[in-house]
């Protein structure tokens, strides 16, 4: 009897072809990818670090962030390169991003702030693009460990993106909310802006809380000006002032205001009004104009440091040794560079809602800029230097001092320092606002109207001579 030959049946699918990417290499291999993974991330973080924070690249934005894509680019080549010489699973794909962030850095280190505006409206979508493109690859990735350390990378480049997008246009959108009246003032190699209402004497001149502008003060400028004359303006960097790279400790900007007020035709004596930090800056500026101030409103002020001084009593000139150190203030650029993600917009747009309509406005576009976050971080971290600067005022005299305290939301230490400051003068007034927060005596229309009563006490006092 002959056999019969049967057809062979199909057996079932293999392994490799209906389990996770895994699957498709050696368990060796796949540990192998996690590692070259996790190393070419690390890497390129830290290579980005090291190139933006020391000094191979200019010190401007553009060019630490510049150093910062070099190194992520690193990171991403050598995904691709380490992958195809110790694996059999190449990814070469890694390439694209690599050569995406080589060229961008590449476009900022050649074209510096220039490249600016064509970065900003280029970058957001090809960033987009480049994530959608990535995310399919980082998928098939045959290491487990792989695809979870990556997955994260490309979903922050897609929302870093979409946050750009949103940044750049909405900016576009602020320029006519940014726009106020005033004057910009050169006080050498850089602008303040000024804008000055009302009329009368003596002149008060405000100074604005750390991180904040002439526009904070939306409710306090105008009571004031039914009264006197009344100055208000940005620090450099904020609202309509210029960026500047001159270290800004207490020294400096004492010395920067009073050239702006008198390059402005605006002559003293006057009677200073400083909020929190801005507390410390007039307590600067009577230190070393002692004779252009008649009378001072120190609204919760910060106290300054105790002790020995390091600034001038008096004279024109003005301290220059930069309190932050260069280190720390390429870092501080690096951080500021978050606000083109939009970062920033994302806080100003839901806050400041106690001011009137077209402060909050003015104040929300400037916050959400890159300068104005990079001069209010190093306005902190040349905080201690500025109160050194302050401490140089022991001794206001007898001219007319209100000290105004907010009754909530401090520690006792800090009612000992306000108690310390109005000692000062021999001349003075303590108050202390029941109620009322820090940020309440500028930005609540209830306590501003407190702030704005202490100044015209002050203006009345210096008038009446009494």
Same mark, same amino acid.
């Given at each position: 009897?002959?056999?019969?030959?049967?057809?062979?049946?199909?057996?079932?699918?293999?392994?490799?072809?209906?389990?996770?990417?895994?699957?498709?290499?050696?368990?060796?291999?796949?540990?192998?990818? #996690?590692?070259?993974?996790? #190393?070419?991330?690390?890497?390129?973080?830290?290579?980005?670090?090291?190139?933006?924070?020391?000094? =191979?690249?200019?010190?401007?934005?553009?060019?630490?962030?510049?150093?910062?894509?070099?190194?992520?680019?690193?990171?991403?080549?050598?995904?691709?390169?380490?992958?195809?010489?110790?694996?059999?699973?190449?990814?070469?794909?890694?390439?694209?991003?690599?050569?995406?962030?080589?060229?961008? $850095?590449?476009?900022?280190?050649?074209?510096?702030?220039? $490249?600016?505006?064509?970065?900003?409206?280029?970058?957001?979508?090809?960033?987009?693009?480049?994530?959608?493109?990535?995310?399919?690859?980082?998928?098939?990735?045959?290491?487990?460990? #792989?695809?979870?350390?990556?997955?994260?990378?490309?979903?922050? =480049?897609?929302?870093?993106?979409?946050?750009?997008? &949103?940044?750049?246009?909405?900016?576009?959108?602020?320029?006519?909310?940014?726009?106020?009246?005033?004057?910009?003032?050169?006080?050498?190699?850089?602008?303040?802006?000024?804008?000055?209402?009302?009329?009368?004497?003596?002149?008060?001149?405000?100074?604005?809380?750390?991180?904040?502008?002439?526009?904070?003060?939306?409710?306090?400028?105008?009571?004031?000006?039914?009264?006197?004359?009344?100055?208000?303006?940005?620090?450099?960097?904020?609202?309509?002032?210029?960026?500047?790279?001159?270290?800004?400790?207490?020294?400096?900007?004492?010395?920067?205001?009073?050239?702006?007020?008198?390059?402005?035709?605006?002559?003293?004596?006057?009677?200073?009004?400083?909020?929190?930090?801005?507390?410390? &800056?007039?307590?600067?500026?009577?230190?070393?104009?002692?004779?252009?101030?008649? #009378?001072?409103?120190?609204?919760?002020?910060?106290?300054?440091?105790?002790?020995?001084?390091?600034?001038?009593?008096?004279?024109?000139?003005?301290?220059?040794?930069?309190?932050?150190?260069?280190?720390?203030?390429?870092?501080?650029?690096?951080?500021?560079?978050?606000?083109?993600?939009?970062?920033?917009?994302?806080?100003?747009?839901?806050?400041?809602?106690?001011?009137?309509?077209?402060?909050?406005?003015?104040?929300?576009?400037?916050?959400?800029?890159?300068?104005?976050?990079?001069?209010?971080?190093?306005?902190?971290? $040349?905080?201690?230097?500025?109160?050194?600067?302050?401490?140089?005022?022991?001794?206001?005299?007898?001219?007319?001092?209100?000290?105004?305290?907010?009754?909530?939301?401090?520690?006792?230490?800090?009612?000992?320092?306000?108690?310390?400051?109005?000692?000062?003068?021999?001349?003075?007034?303590?108050?202390?606002?029941?109620?009322?927060?820090?940020?309440?005596?500028?930005?609540?229309?209830?306590?501003?109207?407190?702030?704005?009563?202490?100044?015209?006490?002050?203006?009345?006092?210096?008038? $009446?001579?009494?």
């Amino acid at each position: 009897m002959t056999s019969q030959t049967h057809p062979s049946r199909p057996g079932p699918r293999t392994t490799a072809q209906t389990t996770a990417p895994d699957a498709a290499a050696s368990p060796r291999t796949t540990r192998r990818l #996690g590692r070259i993974v996790a #190393g070419s991330l690390l890497a390129g973080g830290v290579a980005g670090a090291a190139l933006a924070t020391a000094p =191979l690249f200019p010190g401007h934005e553009e060019g630490i962030t510049g150093g910062l894509l070099l190194g992520f680019a690193a990171g991403w080549a050598m995904l691709a390169a380490l992958s195809t010489r110790y694996t059999s699973v190449p990814q070469r794909w890694a390439a694209v991003p690599a050569a995406f962030m080589a060229l961008g $850095a590449l476009a900022l280190l050649a074209f510096g702030p220039s $490249a600016r505006p064509a970065v900003d409206w280029t970058w957001p979508p090809a960033a987009l693009l480049l994530a959608v493109w990535t995310a399919p690859h980082v998928r098939r990735l045959p290491s487990r460990a #792989g695809r979870r350390l990556l997955a994260p990378v490309v979903v922050t =480049l897609a929302l870093a993106s979409a946050g750009a997008g &949103y940044q750049t246009v909405a900016a576009a959108a602020d320029t006519r909310a940014a726009a106020v009246p005033g004057q910009l003032v050169d006080v050498g190699g850089h602008r303040l802006h000024l804008t000055c209402t009302g009329s009368g004497s003596p002149t008060v001149v405000l100074e604005p809380g750390a991180g904040e502008m002439a526009a904070s003060l939306g409710w306090i400028t105008p009571a004031v000006a039914r009264t006197t004359r009344v100055c208000a303006y940005d620090r450099p960097g904020r609202g309509g002032s210029d960026p500047t790279g001159t270290p800004q400790n207490g020294a400096r900007i004492a010395a920067d205001l009073h050239t702006a007020l008198h390059r402005a035709g605006i002559p003293g004596p006057y009677v200073l009004a400083g909020h929190s930090f801005g507390g410390l &800056y007039v307590l600067a500026f009577a230190a070393r104009y002692p004779d252009e101030v008649a #009378g001072m409103v120190l609204v919760d002020s910060t106290a300054p440091a105790t002790g020995a001084a390091t600034g001038t009593a008096s004279g024109t000139g003005a301290r220059d040794d930069d309190p932050v150190g260069p280190v720390l203030r390429r870092v501080s650029v690096l951080l500021s560079t978050t606000s083109r993600l939009g970062i920033g917009r994302l806080y100003a747009d839901h806050a400041f809602g106690d001011l009137p309509a077209r402060s909050r406005a003015q104040v929300r576009a400037s916050v959400a800029t890159t300068t104005t976050l990079r001069s209010t971080i190093d306005e902190y971290l $040349a905080g201690s230097a500025s109160m050194r600067d302050a401490a140089a005022l022991v001794d206001l005299g007898d001219k007319p001092l209100v000290v105004l305290t907010a009754g909530a939301g401090h520690p006792d230490d800090w009612f000992v320092a306000q108690d310390r400051l109005a000692r000062l003068s021999t001349r003075t007034v303590h108050r202390v606002v029941d109620g009322a927060t820090h940020e309440d005596l500028v930005a609540n229309a209830r306590y501003a109207a407190t702030s704005a009563q202490a100044i015209a006490d002050v203006v009345t006092s210096v008038r $009446a001579g009494r």
